[in-house]
C-alpha cells in the first residue's frame, strides 16, 4: 500500500556486472536434502507421535503453506514452516510510509488531503504469533529447528493440534471429524467466524484432497475424504467473541466483519476519508486493486479508521485470511494514487510487506482473497484477467510529475498464478506459435530471480532465493545486458535490481506485444522501446497469447500516452473545471505495438465536497484503449490507432 520512505543505495556497475549470470530469470530448484517421499514421511510420524489424524495435520498445513518449507523464512505475519508456527520476535517493528505522490488522491482541482506522518508500531504479540514458543514447550525441540527444520515444524504442529485437543477436553481420536474445535483454535482467530472459516476451508481440503511437489522438491498427497462431517459442537468452547458482520459484501463462506472508515468533514472545508458516490448506478466498477498493507493487521485497522488519512475497501488478515471491509463498494476509496483508477475500482489491503520482514503469503489469506474477488468480479461484470485485475504496482502514474513515486506492492513475491488458480481463471495459452503476443507465466518455484534490498540491516545485500512471478527485462539478448531503461521512473538513473524496483520487470498474466526472437531470448514492447527476457525452449517464461494489438495509425510518428482516461474539455458541465489531459513522459512510436486491455470511455467523477448530492461524474464521447505498455497500464486515444488481431 505505502512506498517506503527510503530506497535501498543501488549497487555499483562492478558489482552488477558480477551478478549478472545470478540476475537470469530462471534459476533451477535446488534439489531436496532426503528423498521426495520425507516430506509425507515427517507429516506420519508426527501424527503418528501426537495422535493426530493424518489427514488433519495435512489438511492444517496446506491450508498455512501448501506444505512448502519457503527456506525457513517467514510468513507475512510471522509464521514459519509447512505448520506456519508463528514467532512475533522474528520481525521487526513494522513502520508506516505514506506516498511520497503530490498529488491529491480525489484529482488535481481538489484540497490536498491532511495525511499524518505515521510512526511505528511494534508487531502484534498475542498468543496467536506466539505459537512456535508454545511447541518448543511441548516437544522440548530448539527454536531454531522448529523454525528451520521442515520436519521438526511439522512436529510442533501436531504437538499444537493435540494439545488443543486437549484443552478442550476431547478425545485425541483418530476420527478426523472429531477436530474440528483444535482446528479452528489452530488459526489464531480471536472470533468466532474466523476461526469457523478457517476450520471449514480445512475440511473443503480434506474432503477434496491435494497432491503437489513442494517448493523443496517433496512429493506430498492428501487422499480426499469426500463424505467427511466436522463435528462442530466444540467451537463454543473456545471463547471466542462474536463475529461483527454488520452489512458486509462478502460471500457466505468467509470470515468477514465492518469496521467502517469515517466518512468525515474536516475544519478549512475538506473531509475524508473516501468518497460517497452510487456505483454501479452511477460509474461502472472496472477494477480490483490488490495491495499489501507494509504494516501489520492492527496497525492498518487504525490507519484506515483516521478520518484525515487514505481509505480502502478491505483488509485481509494474514494468518486466517480474516477480511475486514471499511467502505461500501459502491462508495470511491482513495487507495490507488490515481483518481481514475480510484474512482473506478475496489481496493484490497492484504497484511504483509513487500519484502521486509516476511516473503511468502498465507494459503488461507490467498484463498480468502480469491473468493472475495470472485464474488466482487461477478457482482460488478469485471474480466478476471491481469488487465482489471491488478496490482497497485500496475497502476499508472497520473501526470509526468506522479510517476516516480508510485508504488510497487504486492511485489514480485504475490504469487499470480496460483491467485487466478484460485479465481477459477487459470492463466492458460490462448494462441499458436506465430501469435504476435505472449503471456508472462514463468513456473513461480523455479523462477528465482536476483534481487537485492530485503534487508533492512544491509540494503546492497542479496535477498534470499525465493520463488517469484517477476522476470527481468533487458535491452539486448544476452545475460549481462543493462535492463532496460524506465525515464518516469529514473528520469537520471538506471533501472536496479532492487526488490523494490520494477522499472525492468514484467510479472505473470501480464500480455505484450513480440517485438523479436533470437535464439533462447524473446523481446516484447514495453515503455517505447525493445525489451529482452531469456525464454529457452526447455524452461518457458512466456506463452503464445493470442488477443488484440494497438499500433499507431499510418503517418503518426509518434502518439501520447496517458495515466488516466478523463473527458474531453467540452464534456464537462458549467460550473466542474475541466481536468487537463496530460501525456505522460514516454511515446507510442510507429512500428511499435501493445496489447489491449480494455476500452474506457472518458470519465471523471467530480467529489470535492462533503455533500454527495454535490458529486458529479462527467463523461465524453472520447474513447480510449488500455494498453500494458511497461509494467504498468496506460492509455492512448482511440483515434490515435488502429486495432488488429495478433
Known amino acids: 500500500m505505502r512506498l517506503r520512505s527510503a530506497r535501498p543505495r543501488r549497487r555499483g556497475a562492478a558489482a552488477l556486472a558480477a551478478v549478472a549470470l545470478a540476475a537470469l530469470t530462471i534459476s533451477p530448484v535446488p534439489p531436496a536434502a532426503a528423498s521426495a517421499g520425507d516430506r509425507q514421511r515427517a507429516y506420519a510420524d508426527a501424527a503418528r507421535t501426537h495422535k493426530v489424524p493424518q489427514s488433519v495435520l495435512l489438511g492444517v498445513s496446506f491450508l498455512e503453506s501448501r506444505w512448502d518449507a519457503n527456506r525457513g523464512l517467514p510468513s507475512t505475519s510471522a509464521g514459519f514452516g509447512p505448520m506456519h508456527l508463528t514467532d512475533a520476535a522474528a520481525l521487526p517493528p513494522a513502520v508506516h510510509h505514506h506516498s511520497s505522490a503530490t498529488e491529491d488522491p480525489r484529482g488535481d482541482d481538489a484540497r490536498r488531503a491532511k495525511v499524518p506522518s505515521g510512526g511505528s508500531a511494534p508487531p502484534p504479540a498475542g498468543d496467536s504469533l506466539r505459537t512456535l514458543e508454545r511447541a518448543a514447550e511441548l516437544t522440548g525441540l530448539p527454536r531454531d529447528a522448529l523454525r528451520a527444520d521442515p520436519a521438526a515444524n511439522i512436529m510442533g504442529g501436531a504437538a499444537l493440534l493435540a494439545d488443543h485437543q486437549r484443552r478442550l477436553g476431547a478425545p485425541l481420536s483418530d476420527d478426523p471429524a472429531q477436530w474440528y474445535g483444535a482446528v479452528a483454535r489452530y488459526s489464531g482467530a480471536a472470533d468466532e467466524g474466523a476461526a469457523r472459516a478457517f476450520a471449514d476451508e480445512v475440511y473443503t481440503v480434506i474432503r477434496q484432497g491435494a497432491a503437489r511437489t513442494t517448493d523443496d522438491g517433496h512429493a506430498v498427497r492428501l487422499t480426499p475424504l469426500p463424505g467427511l462431517s466436522p463435528l462442530r459442537d466444540r467451537l463454543d468452547r473456545l471463547g471466542l467473541r462474536e463475529p461483527r458482520p454488520g452489512e458486509v459484501e462478502c460471500p457466505r463462506t468467509i470470515s468477514c466483519e465492518w469496521i467502517p472508515a469515517p466518512y468525515q468533514e474536516l475544519p478549512g472545508g475538506d473531509h475524508g476519508n473516501h468518497d460517497k458516490a452510487r456505483r454501479p448506478v452511477d460509474q461502472k466498477v472496472e477494477y480490483i486493486v490488490i495491495h499489501d498493507t507494509e504494516e501489520y493487521y492492527g496497525r492498518t485497522l487504525d490507519l484506515v479508521q483516521n478520518p484525515e488519512y487514505v481509505s480502502w475497501h478491505y483488509t485481509l488478515r494474514s494468518q486466517d485470511g480474516h477480511i475486514a471491509q471499511h467502505v461500501r463498494t459502491k462508495d470511491v476509496g482513495w487507495h490507488a494514487g490515481n483518481w481514475y483508477v480510484n474512482a473506478k475500482s475496489i481496493g484490497l489491503e492484504h497484511e504483509g510487506f513487500l519484502a521486509q520482514g516476511g516473503a511468502w503469503y498465507t494459503e488461507a489469506m490467498y484463498r480468502t482473497s480469491a473468493k472475495l474477488v470472485r464474488h466482487l468480479a461477478k457482482l460488478h461484470r469485471i474480466p478476471l484477467d491481469r488487465a482489471h485485475i491488478l496490482g497497485h504496482d500496475n497502476v499508472p502514474g497520473t501526470v509526468p510529475g506522479t510517476v516516480q513515486g508510485m508504488h510497487e506492492d504486492p511485489g514480485p513475491y504475490w504469487d499470480w498464478a496460483h491467485y487466478f488458480d484460485l479465481l477459477g481463471a487459470p492463466l492458460r495459452q490462448t494462441g499458436g506459435p506465430r501469435a504476435e503476443s505472449v503471456m508472462i507465466r514463468p513456473d513461480y518455484e523455479g523462477n528465482r530471480p536476483y534481487f537485492y ?140 505495438k501493445y496489447t489491449l486491455g480494455r476500452v474506457a470511455g472518458g470519465e471523471y467523477f467530480r467529489a470535492v465536497t462533503f455533500d454527495p448530492e454535490q458529486h458529479v461524474v462527467v463523461r465524453g464521447k472520447m474513447k480510449y484503449y488500455q494498453i500494458q505498455f511497461g509494467h504498468r497500464v496506460m492509455f492512448v486515444n482511440a483515434d490515435d490507432v488502429t486495432l488488429s488481431i495478433g
Open 453 to 592: 534490498g530485503c534487508l533492512p540491516s544491509d540494503p546492497a545485500a542479496a535477498c534470499p532465493p525465493h520463488g517469484s512471478a517477476a522476470i527481468w527485462l533487458r535491452t539486448e539478448p544476452r545475460p549481462d545486458a543493462p535492463l532496460v531503461k524506465d525515464i518516469g521512473k529514473h528520469p537520471t538513473g538506471d533501472s536496479t535490481h532492487s526488490v523494490y524496483d520494477h522499472s525492468a520487470r514484467a510479472s505473470t498474466g501480464q500480455r505484450y506485444a513480440v517485438a523479436g526472437r533470437q535464439g533462447d531470448w524473446t523481446a516484447i514492447w514495453y515503455l517505447g522501446q525493445k525489451a529482452w527476457f531469456h525464454d529457452p525452449a526447455r524452461a518457458r517464461v512466456a506463452i503464445p497469447s493470442r488477443g488484440l494489438i494497438v499500433t499507431p495509425k499510418p503517418g503518426r510518428a509518434t502518439i501520447p500516452v496517458y495515466g488516466r482516461a478523463f473527458p474531453e474539455p467540452e464534456a464537462y458541465p458549467p460550473g466542474v473545471p475541466p481536468q487537463e489531459i496530460v501525456p505522460l513522459q514516454y511515446t507510442f512510436a510507429a512500428g511499435q
